[in-house]
């Protein structure tokens, strides 16, 4: 998802990290084991580096928001970046809360990640319908219906892949992240590949699509890290400005060794693994006293030559579920938390409890986060599409909520 415009050169400053890719494999009762990957298109570096202090300042020539003169800069920007148009705002159609082939849908839609492809937008999300992909399509971001194949009815586009441990044909599968990579398309997913401790493990997988409609076909082994009770979740693929694949995900932590954070590596130019050579580099580490016990669900995105990173922080359960973001020197970071370490989106700013699991999208000259919200916590989880500005700083505004 980008701009399509030029983006600035911008000194990395980047951590560096040593090696060896954790594959997921099983032992007889289900549970995940680390041992070496069979994915073709894996390299020796490892899916988690070990720990290290994640960089809290950004190279002094980058737009940092809070850390620079915004007078200064306003004049900066005023010659070096391309116009923005304030969105207008996007107030989602209601519709049926069942899933109809040809009927506006309205319903439960958790964690959307969205695309733009043939003058449509497609947004996937987490299992719902009974569906491993539920799929939605829109022309204007209002109306959503679900995706149906040739004769008009609603399809699942996603084949799970074997390793999936799940009933109902692997429809537990959530928190999915799509996008254009090289001649096709890359479907990423989060799904139970077995247990650990009592606890179910997780892992991500990659398919791939002749397009957005697919359907996608599993690719590649597992990416899993043994270490990790819960695993890894929440893949984001991200294709920047210069056409560089990405897959962006969240590390659950290791208990009393290491929080939960936002890892990012490159993938290759077919989105079926990561690049030879690449490794993994750490964005965020849990640390703001609103992202409660985790932090979770990454979307990148470039916007007037500025990369952002939202994620969510706290419980996805309750009503102080928030998003937040901070500003990157590049893909690889590193990245710095904005608007004073609080988050972007609350209950309190949108006046829908929970708002997260948001996907960053740009529309013409304008930045849109489309996010889930509970109608009420412990109902649905409903997709809602919020218009940001973009100030002279480099920082971001709500303009309107969704």
Same mark, same amino acid.
């Given at each position: 998802?980008?701009?399509?415009?030029?983006?600035?050169?911008?000194?990395?400053g980047?951590?560096?990290?040593a090696?060896?890719?954790a594959g997921?494999?099983?032992d007889?009762d289900?549970?995940?084991?680390? *041992?070496?990957?069979?994915?073709?298109?894996s390299?020796?570096?490892?899916?988690?580096?070990?720990?290290?202090?994640?960089?809290?300042e950004l190279?002094?020539?980058?737009?940092?928001?809070?850390?620079?003169?915004?007078a200064?800069?306003?004049?900066?920007?005023?010659q070096?970046?391309?116009?923005?148009?304030?969105?207008?705002?996007?107030v989602?159609?209601?519709?049926?809360?069942?899933w109809?082939?040809g009927?506006?849908?309205?319903?439960?839609f958790?964690?959307?990640d969205?695309v733009?492809?043939?003058?449509?937008?497609?947004?996937?999300?987490?299992?719902?319908? *009974?569906?491993?992909l539920?799929?939605?399509?829109s022309?204007?971001?209002?109306?959503?219906?679900?995706?149906?194949?040739?004769?008009?009815?609603a399809?699942?586009?996603l084949q799970?892949?074997g390793?999936?441990?799940s009933?109902?044909?692997?429809?537990s599968?959530w928190?999915?992240?799509?996008?254009k990579?090289?001649?096709g398309?890359?479907?990423?997913?989060?799904?139970?590949?077995g247990t650990?401790?009592?606890?179910?493990h997780?892992?991500?997988?990659?398919?791939?699509?002749?397009s957005?409609?697919?359907?996608?076909?599993?690719?590649?082994?597992?990416?899993?890290y043994?270490q990790?009770?819960?695993g890894?979740?929440?893949?984001?693929?991200?294709?920047?400005e210069?056409?560089?694949?990405?897959?962006?995900?969240?590390?659950?932590g290791?208990?009393n060794?290491?929080?939960?954070?936002?890892?990012?590596r490159?993938?290759?130019r077919?989105g079926?693994?990561?690049?030879?050579g690449?490794?993994?580099r750490?964005?965020?580490?849990? /640390?703001?006293?609103?992202?409660?016990?985790t932090?979770?669900?990454?979307s990148?995105?470039?916007?007037? *030559?500025?990369t952002?990173?939202?994620?969510?922080? /706290?419980?996805?359960?309750?009503?102080?579920?928030?998003t937040?973001?901070?500003?990157?020197?590049?893909?690889?970071?590193?990245?710095v938390?904005?608007?004073?370490?609080?988050?972007?989106l609350s209950?309190?700013?949108?006046?829908?409890?929970?708002?997260?699991?948001? /996907?960053?999208?740009?529309?013409g000259?304008?930045?849109?986060?489309?996010?889930?919200?509970? #109608?009420?916590?412990? *109902?649905?989880?409903?997709?809602?599409v919020?218009?940001?500005?973009?100030?002279e #700083?480099g920082?971001l505004?709500?303009?309107?909520p969704g």
């Amino acid at each position: 998802m980008t701009t399509g415009r030029r983006v600035r050169v911008l000194a990395a400053g980047a951590l560096a990290v040593a090696v060896a890719l954790a594959g997921c494999s099983s032992d007889g009762d289900g549970t995940p084991q680390a *041992g070496p990957s069979t994915a073709p298109t894996s390299s020796d570096a490892p899916l988690i580096p070990e720990p290290t202090e994640v960089p809290t300042e950004l190279p002094e020539d980058l737009l940092v928001g809070e850390m620079q003169d915004l007078a200064k800069l306003a004049e900066r920007l005023a010659q070096q970046l391309p116009q923005q148009r304030r969105p207008a705002p996007v107030v989602v159609a209601g519709g049926s809360e069942q899933w109809r082939a040809g009927v506006a849908y309205r319903g439960y839609f958790a964690d959307p990640d969205v695309v733009r492809a043939n003058g449509r937008w497609y947004a996937y999300a987490t299992n719902t319908a *009974g569906l491993r992909l539920p799929t939605l399509v829109s022309r204007d971001l209002v109306t959503w219906t679900p995706l149906t194949d040739g004769a008009g009815r609603a399809v699942d586009p996603l084949q799970p892949a074997g390793w999936v441990r799940s009933r109902g044909r692997g429809k537990s599968l959530w928190a999915p992240g799509v996008d254009k990579v090289g001649n096709g398309w890359t479907a990423a997913y989060a799904a139970p590949a077995g247990t650990s401790g009592g606890e179910r493990h997780n892992c991500i997988g990659l398919s791939r699509g002749p397009s957005p409609a697919g359907p996608f076909r599993p690719v590649g082994e597992p990416l899993c890290y043994g270490q990790a009770q819960l695993g890894v979740i929440d893949p984001d693929v991200f294709v920047d400005e210069t056409g560089v694949p990405w897959l962006l995900w969240k590390f659950s932590g290791v208990v009393n060794r290491r929080p939960a954070g936002l890892f990012i590596r490159q993938l290759n130019r077919d989105g079926t693994g990561f690049a030879e050579g690449s490794e993994t580099r750490e964005l965020l580490t849990l /640390s703001e006293r609103w992202e409660g016990d985790t932090i979770e669900n990454p979307s990148m995105v470039q916007f007037r *030559g500025v990369t952002y990173l939202f994620y969510s922080g /706290s419980s996805w359960e309750r009503a102080d579920y928030a998003t937040g973001y901070a500003i990157c020197a590049g893909p690889q970071g590193p990245c710095v938390r904005q608007n004073q370490g609080l988050p972007l989106l609350s209950t309190a700013t949108t006046g829908h409890p929970g708002p997260g699991g948001a /996907s960053a999208i740009v529309t013409g000259k304008s930045l849109r986060l489309v996010y889930h919200a509970w #109608d009420r916590v412990g *109902g649905l989880r409903r997709l809602h599409v919020a218009g940001l500005w973009q100030r002279e #700083d480099g920082t971001l505004e709500v303009v309107h909520p969704g």
